[in-house]
Nanobody, 115 residues
Framework: QVQLVESGGGLVQAGGSLRLSCAASGSAFRLNFMAWYRRAPGKQRELVASMSSGGDVNYAESVKGRFTFSRDNAKNAVYLQMNSLKPEDTAVYYC?????????WGQGTQVTVSS
């Protein structure tokens, strides 16, 4: 059974950086059409960034220019480099396919940005 495990979150001051990782278990799983999502307190889950099988990336306007989505097929992992973090980036971050598969939602990783 395929699982996605997120890590790398934490508490950081505004303007700081974090790098999130998402490791996929199961050698049969391919990192096609992956995405990062987040859910802030009291808000619905939103799509932060998505990557096609060809490597094209789209970002939400709110993170464009600050976040970078990358993929390492050899490690079966995707990453989200987050720079210039803002308090409004505080959320639980998840990786999943795009569109998401219900069975792949993991625990996520908490990112908290203090002002």
């Amino acid at each position: 059974q395929v699982q996605l495990v997120e890590s790398g979150g934490g508490l950081v001051q505004a303007g700081g950086s974090l790098r999130l990782s998402c490791a996929a278990s199961g050698s049969a799983f391919r990192l096609n059409f992956m995405a990062w999502y987040r859910r802030a307190p009291g808000k619905q889950r939103e799509l932060v960034a998505s990557m096609s099988s060809g490597g094209d990336v789209n970002y939400a306007e709110s993170v464009k220019g600050r976040f970078t989505f990358s993929r390492d097929n050899a490690k079966n992992a995707v990453y989200l480099q987050m720079n210039s973090l803002k308090p409004e980036d505080t959320a639980v971050y998840y990786c999943n396919t795009n569109p998401p598969m219900w069975s792949l939602w993991g625990q996520g990783t908490q990112v908290t940005v203090s002002s």
